[in-house]
């Protein structure tokens, strides 16, 4: 799954309103997960902020506008997944400061 981190008040929801699902967290909390009520197709997530969605790139009207830039959460990737030379991975997250670009830093830290 590919997800894109944007701020909350830029997702756009064209049609529909999803129906929103907590889901535990291995640190004992929850995310939240909004989903299309008709085909429960994960639209995008809300883990600690809540003005950042982590929205699933194949519910965009062009999926292949975007290509991963980094890999996380690679301990629970199946043995039969290859993840793309020259992309970083993270067994869990990583630290934003060291991989993001500068405009990206200062989008988050504006959203602070």
């Not at 830029?10 to 640190?27: A, F, I, M, T, Y």
């Not at 997530?45 to 506008?65: E, H, I, K, N, W």
């Not at 980094?70 to 043995?79: A, C, G, N, Q, Y």
């Not at 869990?92 to 500068?102: F, H, K, S």
């Amino acid at each position: 799954m590919i997800n894109i981190l944007i701020e909350a008040d830029r997702v756009e929801l064209v049609s529909g309103k999803p129906r929103q699902v907590p889901v535990p967290r291995d640190n004992g909390g929850a995310q939240e997960i909004w989903r299309c009520p008709s085909c429960e197709t994960a639209l995008y997530s809300q883990y600690t902020r809540p003005d950042v969605r982590f929205v699933r790139a194949g519910t965009l009207d062009d999926p292949s506008a975007v290509a991963p830039d980094v890999h996380i959460f690679t301990r629970s990737k199946l043995p039969w997944v290859a993840l793309p030379e020259g992309v970083p991975a993270f067994d869990v997250y990583y630290d934003m400061r060291e991989l993001w670009p500068a405009t990206s830093l200062e989008r988050a830290r504006a959203m602070s």
